[in-house]
């Protein structure tokens, strides 16, 4: 079974912590009858303002097993929230309650590890879903989980579940939960839960976005088809900024004006073809954006699996008015239909009002050289620079490019995505996120499986996620290991990252009082 590192990350001040929800009203009379007082500054610490990060490592029930065919939320043991926004009560900590009615962006993370072999060559796959109010919804299913077990050299024993999403018109005190299950009813092999993450925020109404949902191309309702199609969006949110039509060439999403966009995608796939890959190509005027691909959605039809899911996010960076994007989807294995199985693909695009607090840079290599499927860790080498905010980040093309260096202390949203192409048999390249060359505990991505059967070649990963109280001269990288079968793995699309700062609030400092001789 493969091993998680625990978070070794070390607070030097005793007294100083993040807000922890309804936690920190009975912490703060506590220590004021103690003596001590609260103040709003200087700040120590912060968390992103209107947002809020959770962690879990376990079920609704105290098990970490994922050998289960009928849904579990998720525990979270750990928030690190804005009190005014948002709610994480003890007495139910599976869910996150919502404070404040408006739009929330939601990116979720969950390592998979295989646990206790009993039969090997069998397979799994777990979904993991969004919850409102106890309903699982049809948007944002993550289902990139696919494991081979095996105890042979080619032993695949990790995969990773993602995705990012808008969540619409949530109104104050509904709670939001993520719950998981296997996706077939093949229970040979036992995976358990790594560290799960879930980042939250509220969209304002100040902000440029775009919404929309699909359930089919301009084709048809078949994602598999032979040459790629775009998907037909149906749009929610359209601020000013972007044109688009329900009813005439609903795949366009014109992008009015020169700028940078985020764009964050999830596709849900649906069919009962053996050794099936959907691949999507991010397009700006028909022409693929760079590293605008992906394909972790492998569905291999045996011991009943036949759902997997697709996954994008990065930045779009126009250099005209009212270029075109579009989403096109088609085969990349196996033929035969492939659906969204009743489910809804989703887009989220916002317009950057501008580029500061912005780092964007591509890579095609690691540090060790061109095969992206070391023995050992290597570092992914960010060589081309696509924008930089100089008074934020500092970063070399030239000289230790693996590193980028946060100049300034506060948390970062961190996007995260590859594509890679291989002949060598079920390889499966682990990415994990770092600071300082220390694991993120649960910043990771192992959703990159390629079988080199039935023209199953390609496969990618993608991560949205927060990197939570970083401080100045930080450095942060992305490692790179073989995790399954051996051999070169290549770069199909440059790897991107993206790392934006994100505005924060001031966590209270205690500080003492003297009320007497007794020390505290």
């Known amino acids: 079974m493969k091993t998680r590192k625990p978070n070794t990350k070390s607070n030097t001040n005793l007294f100083s912590f993040r807000w922890n929800g309804n936690a920190l009203t009975k912490f703060a009379a506590v220590l004021i009858g103690c003596g001590l007082t609260l103040l709003s500054s200087p700040v120590v ?9 959770l962690q879990g490592t376990k079920l609704q029930d105290d098990t970490t097993s994922l050998k289960i065919t009928t849904h579990k939320a998720i525990k979270w043991s750990s928030s690190d929230l804005d009190p005014s926004h948002f709610e994480h009560a003890p007495s139910n900590p599976t869910r996150l309650k919502i404070k404040v009615a408006g739009d929330y962006f939601l990116s979720f993370t969950a390592p998979v590890y295989t646990g206790n ?34 105890t042979s050299e080619q032993h695949h024993t990790a995969s990773s579940g993602h995705t990012a999403v808008l969540l619409r018109g949530l109104s104050v005190n509904d ?8 996706v077939h009813n093949s229970n040979a092999n036992d995976t358990v839960l790594g560290t799960a993450t879930l980042y939250a925020e509220k969209i304002e109404s100040s902000r440029t976005i775009f919404t929309g949902t699909a359930t089919r191309t301009v084709a048809s309702t078949n994602l598999n088809g032979a040459s790629v199609s775009p998907l037909q969006w149906t749009e929610g949110a359209k601020d000013s900024g972007f044109t688009h039509s329900n009813s005439s060439n609903s795949q366009n999403i014109t992008l009015d004006a020169v700028a940078k966009y985020l764009v964050f995608v999830n596709v849900p796939l649906d069919g009962n073809q053996a050794r099936a890959s959907v691949k999507m190509e991010v397009k700006l005027g028909g022409t693929m954006v760079p590293g605008g691909y992906a394909g972790q959605g492998y569905i291999r039809w045996g011991d009943g699996i036949r759902d997997a899911s697709i996954h994008w996010a990065g930045v779009v960076t126009t250099t005209s008015a009212n270029q075109v994007l ?15 199985g009743g489910e809804k693909a989703t887009i989220l695009i916002e317009k950057l009002s501008n580029a500061n607090s912005l780092f964007a840079a591509s890579a095609t290599q690691l540090v060790s050289g061109d095969n992206w499927n070391p023995d050992g860790e290597s570092e992914i ?16 093309t030239s000289s230790n490019a693996h590193k980028i260096f946060v100049d300034s202390a506060g948390d970062y949203l961190l996007l995260y995505n590859d594509a890679l192409t291989a002949s060598a048999t079920r390889a499966n390249p682990n990415m994990q ?7 993120v505990d649960g910043a ?11 023209g199953h070649n390609r496969s990618s990963g993608s991560l949205v996620t927060i990197l939570s109280g970083l401080n100045a001269n930080d450095y942060v990288s992305v490692g790179v290991k073989r995790e399954a079968g051996s051999g070169t793995v290549n770069d199909h699309k440059p790897a991107r990252i993206v790392l934006i700062k994100k505005p924060t609030i001031a966590s209270p400092i205690i500080t003492t009082t003297n009320t007497g001789t007794s020390p505290i």
């Open 45 to 53: 610490e912060a968390t992103v303002e209107k947002g809020a990060k």
């Open 117 to 150: 072999i009993t039969n090997a060559g069998k397979r799994s796959s777990q979904e993991f879903v969004i919850s409102k109010n106890g309903t699982v919804l049809t948007e944002g299913a993550a289902r990139s989980t696919y494991i081979r077990h095996d």
């Open 175 to 182: 709670y939001i939960e993520i719950k998981t299950k296997r």
């Open 326 to 340: 579009t989403l096109e989807v088609g085969k990349d294995a196996s033929g035969n239909t492939i659906t969204i």
């Open 381 to 396: 080498k960010w060589a081309t620079q696509e924008s930089i905010d100089a008074s934020k980040y500092t970063h070399s």
């Open 433 to 439: 996120v770092k600071v300082n060359g220390v694991d």
């Open 444 to 454: 990771f991505t192992g959703s990159h499986y390629i079988r080199n059967a039935s």
